[in-house]
T-cell receptor, first 118, second 115 residues
């Protein structure tokens, strides 16, 4: 079964509102989680690294004030898209890895969240 | 910086034909991992294989096979006797051990298998 749960699987919101996406590791603790974004017919691009108990690390070009990441526990990271606009419509997907050994740990992906901003 | 190139945007085949997806990567790191994922229309990423940079052994899993050649920085994927259910986007990805978890994905190749 799934080891990383992402919720919701899809969401439609109005322009200007905020949307929260959750990523949970179900049977392991993840000190680090990763958020990716995928525009239609494009590849997945890493947005940020979510670090439990500390600030997220954002990739170049990603607005940290727009994409708020909170990793308050070892099993949950949330991505909040603030003041969403139609151009934020995308597929967001998270991944997590057990901390043991770090390198060579399996990388588990959630099933993704399809966000549509109207 | 790492880079993964999947030059084939879309490949269309008739069922039972073989299809090979190319993946060429660039990295200055000597220790890295390569992945292949399948993304069906529903969107989830389905893990297919992981290979580390020290293991150039080719691998076969059912109808899937992979050819890893460090000399040409390639990690190609072949689907033998394709089926309609193989229709999906396939991504090749790379991660270096110093940045474990931060996958660099290729652009993806859309495979369309028609009956």
């Amino acid at each position: 079964g799934a080891v990383v749960s992402q919720h919701p699987s899809w969401v439609i919101c109005k322009s200007g509102t905020s949307v929260k996406i959750e990523c949970r590791s179900l049977d392991f603790q993840a000190t680090t989680m990763f958020w990716y974004r995928q525009f239609p017919k494009q590849s997945l691009m890493l947005m940020a690294t979510s670090n439990e108990g500390s600030k997220a690390t954002y990739e170049q070009g990603v607005e940290k004030d727009k994409f708020l990441i909170n990793h308050a526990s070892l099993t949950l990271s949330t991505l909040t898209v603030t003041s969403a606009h139609p151009e934020d419509s995308s597929f967001y997907i998270c991944s997590a890895s057990p901390p043991w050994g770090q390198v060579n740990s399996p990388l588990h992906f959630g099933n993704g969240t399809r966000l549509t901003v109207t | 910086a790492q880079k993964v190139t999947q030059a084939q945007t879309e490949i269309s085949v008739v069922e039972k034909e073989d299809v090979t997806l190319d993946c060429v990567y660039e990295t200055r790191d000597t220790t890295y991992y390569l992945f292949w994922y399948k993304q069906p229309p529903s969107g989830e990423l389905v893990f297919l294989i992981r290979r580390n940079s020290f293991d150039e052994q080719n691998e076969i899993s059912g109808r899937y096979s992979w050819n890893f050649q460090k000399s040409t920085s390639s990690f190609n994927f072949t689907i033998t006797a394709s089926q309609v259910v193989d229709s999906a986007v396939y991504f090749c990805a790379l991660v270096i051990t110093d940045s474990w978890g931060k996958l660099q994905f290729g652009a993806g190749t859309q495979v369309v298998v028609t009956p």
